[in-house]
């Protein structure tokens, strides 16, 4: 079977688009130069060599890692890590870490209210940011290495956050974000979602909202409901196909989202058109 990037290459030849490999990232891109999306070339590859190789089997919500951080900022290019959830999901066996980091810098108040840590927390209990940023990283990629799928609620702002950190991270195995899939699936549903709407549209429990292992561990059972319940059709895509409808859909929705807030005169001179990383 072939990769992601051999089946978004094949979408291109098809659809009008060409590839680029302009960084460690390779940029899927139309004939205008618009980012459709953001795919996970190492800067030596080839154009023709696959952005990842893994087994082509369908998405098990069975053999999860659900991960989710909390931070000192919303830009992705600002933020450092506060706290870091990683969540191991293999059957029944759920094992959870959760590791408070000390960020190196006064995490504001903004920040602190959202998540309940505070700057003084953190430099007293915290361990060594860079050390917290390595670890979550080398669990990352040994889930991906034993074939499991990450789960990541919103995955475009948790990975870019883990590209700016270290400067060369890449995805390297599949992706599932159930905040993505709910939208492009269920996408003229009414009201917002945030984690706790969606938790309360799936019937999730969200033990406490912005704690980083609540929210992974909710985020994981979101994802169960919509492949086992919601959308079974789900669990007929392999990793590669998966991977693909989720960065052309992504794609979709951010182009006309874009056009409204155009419309309305917001500045969008660094809206992001790309997932699982922002381009």
């Known amino acids: 079977r072939t990769s992601w990037a051999s089946s978004a290459q094949r979408f291109c030849a098809s659809s009008g688009v060409s590839w680029s490999n302009e960084s460690v990232a390779v940029t899927l891109s139309n004939s ?9 070339f190492p800067h030596s590859a080839p154009m023709s060599a696959p952005a990842y190789k893994v087994k082509a089997m369908n998405f098990d919500a069975s053999k999860m890692l659900s991960f989710d951080l909390e931070t000192t900022s919303v830009n992705t290019r600002e933020a450092k890590i506060v706290t870091s959830a990683v969540i191991r999901i293999a059957g029944r066996d759920v094992v959870k870490k959760e590791t408070l980091a ?5 995490i504001p108040e903004a920040a602190a209210k959202i998540h309940g ?6 430099r007293a209990e915290g361990r060594p940011h860079d050390e917290v940023l ?3 990283v080398n669990a990352i990629k040994a889930a991906w290495d034993e074939g499991f799928t990450l789960i990541v609620y919103n995955a475009p702002y948790d990975l870019s956050v883990l590209r700016n ?10 992706v599932f974000d159930p905040y993505l899939i709910d939208r492009v699936k269920d996408r003229y549903r009414k009201g917002k979602r945030t984690l706790g709407d969606l938790c309360r549209e799936y019937k999730v429990t969200l033990d406490n909202a912005h704690e980083a292992t609540a ?8 994802a169960w409901k919509q ?3 919601r959308w079974p059709e789900l669990k007929d895509m392999d990793s590669d196909e998966l991977m693909e409808f989720q960065a052309v859909n992504f794609y979709d929705l951010a182009v006309d989202q874009k056009k409204y807030f155009e419309g309305i005169g917001r500045d969008v001179s660094d809206f992001n058109m790309s997932w699982p990383l922002q381009g």
């Open 117 to 122: 840590i505070t700057t003084e927390k953190a």
């Open 134 to 136: 390595h670890e979550t």
């Open 227 to 229: 492949v086992n319940q």
């Open 215 to 222: 929210d992974a561990l909710a985020a994981a059972r979101i």
């Open 165 to 174: 950190l270290t400067g060369d991270f890449t995805v390297t195995g599949p």
């Open 102 to 106: 000390d960020p190196g810098v006064e």
């Open 32 to 40: 205008s130069g618009i980012e459709v999306a953001t795919g996970i």
